[in-house]
């Protein structure tokens, strides 16, 4: 549809059902209610503010532009997860963000949980493993685990929120404590909509209401002069399709000569682990094709539809994209010259 100008009546703050809710949604009727035991309600009462969370892509940033509109209920501030290393157009789309939130009374405020590429660098630093892709000794494919969103991302956000409500770690937050967290999910990706894990915060997607697609974000954004808004993904994410990285090559040669420099940098697992002599069992890549990234041909797959091509769906902090399934090489036997090795540690 072309970017229509819903009203703020469209942008109710209720949940709307998710494809995976309804398949979770119990035909009979819950035991409580059987026995006349009224159920608890998750969220009893009012919420106590509402937030976005912000990763400065496609989505979420018409999300906050609806709300600096009026279009939908405005919001309390915007929260920005910011890993550190982070694409120089995706600080340029924040800063854009900060400036039109400025005019419109809604903060967009940063928060943090360390630089990520400095920490998977530094041996003093507690690794925090990235969906890399492994080549298990045997020459088969594996990926490490994925930890980043978690604790870059999510982690930050939920600190964040804790302390705006009064409730900072490790304080407890009473039940009917809460708050709206808005998160930008289109219609075409309707199966990343996800209920909140803690109780203080409150799952809502704003464009699932409007009934807004990708596409119709995108065409919001350029209506208001924003067409060149790129996907919101730290710079080293193992999910960049050819594209992505094409776009990173040729339009920040210093970032990409940085994103060369790390590939090379984690070939052999962290630092941290193999100080403590728990070396990887094989080789780590941010390619797919189990390559140096210097030596990968990126304009090979250019306009071929292809799993090497395609850009990934960026990293949504409470949407993070599931992939195929995480596998990674069985430890080695300990002997008596070595400790038991891990691989993604």
Request: aromatic share 6%; charged share 25%; net charge positive.
């Amino acid at each position: 549809m072309a970017s229509r100008p819903p009203s703020a009546a469209q942008g109710a703050t209720s949940r709307p059902p998710t494809q995976s809710s309804a398949r979770r949604r119990p035909s009979a009727t819950p035991a409580a209610h059987r026995s006349g035991t009224p159920r608890r309600e998750r969220y009893p009462g009012r919420p106590r503010g509402r937030f976005l969370s912000l990763g400065a892509g496609v989505q979420s940033l018409s999300v906050f532009l609806l709300a600096c509109e009026g279009r939908i209920p405005r919001f309390d501030a915007a929260l920005f997860a910011d890993t550190g290393w982070e694409p120089k157009q995706v600080y340029a789309q924040l800063d854009t963000a900060r400036k039109i939130g400025a005019q419109a009374g809604i903060p967009v405020l940063t928060v943090s949980n360390g630089n990520i590429r400095h920490d998977t660098l530094n041996p003093n630093a507690r690794f925090v493993t990235m969906p890399l892709f492994v080549k298990n000794p045997d020459g088969t494919r594996g990926m490490a685990r994925r930890q980043c969103t978690g604790d870059y991302k999510i982690r930050p956000l939920k600190k964040a929120v804790r302390e705006l409500l009064g409730y900072p770690h490790p304080l407890r937050v009473p039940r009917g404590v809460f708050v709206d967290q808005a998160i930008g999910i289109s219609t075409d990706e309707i199966h990343r909509a996800k209920d909140s894990d803690v109780n203080y915060t409150r799952n809502i997607f704003p464009l699932l209401d409007l009934g807004m697609s990708r596409s119709d974000c995108l065409a919001y954004l350029r209506e208001r002069g924003l067409g060149d808004v790129v996907k919101s993904s730290c710079l080293g994410c193992p999910y960049s399709g050819n594209s992505r990285l094409r776009f990173i090559r040729d339009t920040d040669p210093q970032a990409w000569a940085d994103l060369i420099e790390f590939d090379k940098a984690i070939r052999n697992g962290s630092p941290r682990a193999n100080a403590e002599g728990k070396p990887l069992r094989g080789q780590f890549f941010i390619h797919r094709s189990l390559r140096p990234l210097d030596q990968v041909d990126l304009d090979a797959t250019r306009s071929r539809p292809s799993a090497e091509e395609d850009d990934p769906d960026g990293c949504s902090p409470f949407s993070c994209r599931s992939g195929p399934a995480a596998t990674v090489p069985v430890p080695q036997r300990p002997t008596a010259a070595s400790r038991p090795s891990r691989a993604g540690t």
